[in-house]
């Protein structure tokens, strides 16, 4: 790879070189079935585990034989044929993954440990911490490695952490410690066979820091000025091939004359292999593929009609999941205070009677750590749903959510099979953090898809859909509606399609767009002018959209105001304004208008949260659309 970047026909290379005995020691000790998760660093994993070196650099070149399709570079991507789950730019955020992976081992009694890399730069990262700590809490089989090989890019350890070192913060986490020499291939092979050995009868954590050194630098463009020239002479003396080479020849194992006739034969073959992926012809750009790839297809099945209970918006929700976790033996909940508590609006209340503490699992407060083990579940054939005690504290788990769970299908075929609830809207007075409504923070974000249902009946049968959908579902719910709406919900397994607007009612004079509590506010104004002929649409999804269903309406009537509770500037609704105005313009009688809440934050105040809502200056807003 060093020659090919010196020729000009690589543009970035991650080297290991001072570091190769880690990555294969910790593989060869792990079974073939068992997941590992690698770093940028970790060539050894993908060789050792077989790999074709034509594959490795066909993905590096973006050619259509790589692991992405051309989509990602380097070691982002995993094969569950080879059970690799590689990392992504963010560093961290594997470890969390690995837990739910474990979690999955577990649950199913399959007797088997995960193994994650890490560097020590990403141990100063939250996401360690919350990894770690989850582990720990819940008893699960991951070795979690850090190559510790003294700098973080350009940073020494001097300056990214004050501890002797870092195995010694595994006592914090309630879990076992080594330190072992990393440039000693049998040290660590043994090392790893000994505790996933033991780990797979008497599952738990296990720290393992292995000392080495990069003698290269971060990528080979960063060169390794920063480093003092005497360092690279002592770690020389600890090569790991070299000194492997030499112990096999001690110990009469390998005839001296071997190695130099080893590396010849290996030599054309990697330059086969080489070969073969840059002969490969570059990718044709296609935007029908592009676009299918962003989601695992799902086809929806329509139910029959079913007979209806009156049921409040709360139970609809609760009811959907407890008959999701029948039909679904794979599903398990995760979330703060779920369990014996039955979650901070007692949805899951009487849930642990009936599926257990294992698949209700009441989490420690770390939303990054949990939606990654979410996504970690579901790679190992699992389901999850995932609690935000409030939709305001996803900013915990942003990355997780934006950069894994919604990129995942498009960069290696594996889908991210996890809704999460999110509990959210004001008309509670509970200010800033407790209040938002922040569905535009991903309907920006493709990969994921986003519901926020207004009445019993969809809430249930969006959140079974959403539960059902193979794809990450952003699920959500009114909390001022919980337990003020009731309304006919259908008895039994009860599906909506994600994607389709209901019409709540017909008219001909305007049409009002409007989802979540904006549905009912519509309904107040069109009940109190019965003298207009008001059009209102229930989107229901808001990615996707009914596109269709909002063009035919507005086409009807000419006239459309879209409502909805989240702030104007860069809300959902400027979405929506934009594609009429781009695909209606023709059929409009007036400019198309939204009402939406102030553009501040939602202040705790009764007053000043009525003056901030988008239902404040609803009147105002209809009558100027009306009298345009």
Request: contains cysteine.
């Amino acid at each position: 790879m060093l020659i090919l970047l010196r020729q000009g026909r690589i543009g970035k290379w991650f080297s290991g070189i001072g570091q190769e005995a880690i990555s294969v020691g910790c593989t060869l000790a792990m079974h073939v079935d068992e997941y590992i998760l690698p770093m940028h660093r970790n060539l050894g994993v993908f060789t050792t585990r077989g790999i074709p070196i034509s594959r490795l650099v066909a993905q590096w070149q973006g050619k259509a034989s790589g692991f992405t399709k051309g989509r990602d570079r380097s070691f982002h991507f995993g094969t569950q044929y080879y059970k690799i789950i590689g990392m992504i730019s963010h560093l961290g955020p594997q470890l969390a993954l690995a837990d739910g992976i474990a979690l999955a081992d577990k649950l199913n009694h399959r007797k088997k440990v995960t193994l994650a890399f890490t560097g020590e730069g990403a141990t100063s990262e939250g996401d360690f911490h919350e990894a770690l700590n989850v582990a720990a809490v819940w008893n699960l089989p991951v070795i979690f490695v850090i190559e510790n090989n003294g700098y973080g890019i350009s940073t020494p350890t001097n300056e990214q952490y004050a501890c002797d070192s870092l195995v010694d913060r595994a006592i914090g986490y309630g879990m076992e410690g080594r330190r072992i020499d990393g440039n000693n291939l049998l040290e660590v092979y043994h090392t790893v066979n000994e505790l996933a050995t033991s780990m797979r009868n008497d599952p738990r954590p296990v720290l393992l820091e292995c000392m080495t050194f990069r003698m290269r630098g971060h990528e080979e463009a960063s060169g390794v000025k920063y480093v003092p020239p005497h360092l690279f002479e002592e770690w020389a003396e600890k090569d790991p091939l070299a000194n492997f080479e030499q112990y096999l020849i001690d110990e009469k194992l390998l005839k001296p004359e071997w190695p130099e006739h080893i590396r010849s034969v290996f030599n054309k073959a990697i330059d086969s292999e080489v070969e073969k992926a840059f002969s490969e012809p570059d990718i044709i750009p296609d935007e029908e593929i592009e676009l299918a790839d962003m989601y695992m297809p799902y086809t929806f099945q329509p139910e029959k009609p079913r007979l209806s209970v009156k049921k409040r918006y709360i139970d609809a929700i609760s009811d959907a999941m407890r008959l999701s976790m029948r039909k679904h033996e794979n599903l398990v909940i995760m979330g703060q205070d779920i369990a014996e508590y039955g979650g901070a609006f007692k949805i899951t209340q009487g849930f642990v009677e009936e599926f257990g503490r294992e698949r209700v699992r009441n989490t420690p407060i770390c939303e990054s750590a949990i939606v990654g083990a979410a996504m970690g579940l579901s790679i190992n054939d699992g389901k999850a749903i995932v609690e935000m005690q409030f939709a305001d504290f996803v900013t915990c788990g942003f990355n997780q959510v934006i950069n894994n769970l919604a990129k995942t299908y498009y960069r290696w075929q594996q889908n991210v099979d996890v809704v999460i609830r999110m509990p959210a809207g004001a008309g509670t007075g509970a200010g800033p953090f407790h209040s938002q409504t922040n569905e535009a923070w991903f309907t920006k974000t493709p990969g994921l898809k986003v519901v926020y249902p207004a009445f019993p009946d969809d809430a249930k049968g969006l959140l079974m859909s959403a539960i059902d959908d193979p794809n990450p579902v952003i699920y959500f719910e009114h909390k001022l509606l919980y337990r003020s709406l009731n309304g006919s919900v259908p008895e039994g397994d009860y599906y909506v399609e994600i994607g389709k607007a209901k019409i709540l009612e017909e008219g001909n004079d305007a049409t009002i767009v409007t989802y979540g509590l904006g549905a009912h506010w519509a309904l107040e104004y069109a009940a109190k002018h019965r003298d207009q002929s008001i059009e209102i649409i229930d989107l229901r999804s808001l990615q996707p959209w009914d596109k269709e269903a909002v063009e035919a309406s507005v086409k009807k009537t000419g006239r459309v105001l879209i409502l909805h509770e989240d702030t104007l500037t860069s809300g959902f609704g400027g979405e929506i304004a934009a594609h009429i105005a781009e695909h209606c313009f023709g059929y409009l009688d007036a400019p198309v208008i939204r009402c939406a809440s102030m553009d501040t934050a939602i202040p705790m105040n009764r007053g000043l949260e009525d003056q901030f809502l988008a239902k404040s200056k609803l009147e105002e807003k209809m009558a100027a659309l009306l009298n345009y």
